[in-house]
T-cell receptor, first 119, second 112 residues
Framework: GAVVSQHPSRVICKSGTSVKIECRSLDFQATTMFWYRQFPKQSLMLMATSNEGSKATYEQGVEKDKFLINHASLTLSTLTVTSAHPEDSSFYIC???????????????FGDGTRLSIL | SQKIEQNSEALNIQEGKTATLTCNYTNYSPAYLQWYRQDPGRGPVFLLLIRENEKEKRKERLKVTFDTTLKQSLFHITASQPADSATYLCALALSGNTPLVFGKGTRLSVIA
């Protein structure tokens, strides 16, 4: 089945550091990828929709200059948390649909998430 | 405002029994609804998708119902096993290409 690979799985770094998270679709092409954030015992909250070759669409309240998204190819999207602070500590998860199967009514496939801890 | 509610934050059941999880939504008209399983520290794993014109969907020990009048979906696991213990998430999409919106999930514990 469709596989989404996310890297790294865990990051611990100092306040002020920028952190890049990669999301790859391994066996399908994804024109659209999604980035979510999840706090403990909370739901997945959509941060942005990443579109291959164009600008990402951010949800209300998500700072686009803080969370930079690049979707340079049909199999790779990156999320960069710039100048991270302790309040950015969270579980970040990417997701993609199989674009070759039409995209409509297809399940979203998720990466295994990145646990970001800012000291 | 739009809401997705999974009524129970946690559910404990005995092994072998049927687990029933509920998902209610308000102010949405979803094209389809999906259920996912999430284990601690992992991303969600897709289980079942049901479309607005479908009443019921089955896959092995899993069954999902979708009642657009009641704005509710029920997720059943029959003959539950300790390995079924996880958090189960309900998710809606308004159309084929819109991102999923998730409920908070129900943490299921199957006790041997």
């Amino acid at each position: 089945g469709a596989v989404v690979s996310q890297h790294p799985s865990r990051v611990i770094c100092k306040s002020g550091t920028s952190v890049k998270i990669e999301c790859r679709s391994l066996d399908f092409q994804a024109t659209t990828m999604f980035w979510y954030r999840q706090f403990p015992k909370q739901s997945l909250m959509l941060m942005a929709t990443s579109n291959e070759g164009s600008k990402a669409t951010y949800e209300q309240g998500v700072e686009k200059d803080k969370f930079l998204i690049n979707h340079a190819s049909l199999t790779l999207s990156t999320l960069t948390v710039t100048s991270a602070h302790p309040e950015d500590s969270s579980f970040y998860i990417c997701s993609a649909r199989d674009g070759d199967r039409g995209g409509n009514n297809q399940p979203q496939h998720f990466g295994d998430g990145t646990r970001l801890s800012i000291l | 405002s739009q809401k997705i509610e999974q009524n129970s934050e946690a559910l404990n059941i005995q092994e072998g029994k049927t687990a029933t999880l509920t998902c209610n939504y308000t102010n949405y008209s979803p094209a389809y609804l999906q259920w996912y399983r999430q284990d601690p520290g992992r991303g969600p794993v897709f289980l079942l998708l049901i479309r607005e014109n479908e009443k019921e969907k089955r896959k092995e020990r899993l069954k999902v119902t979708f009642d657009t009048t009641l704005k509710q979906s029920l997720f059943h696991i029959t003959a539950s096993q300790p390995a079924d213990s996880a958090t189960y998430l309900c998710a809606l999409a308004l159309s084929g290409n819109t991102p999923l919106v998730f409920g908070k999930g129900t943490r299921l514990s199957v006790i041997a």
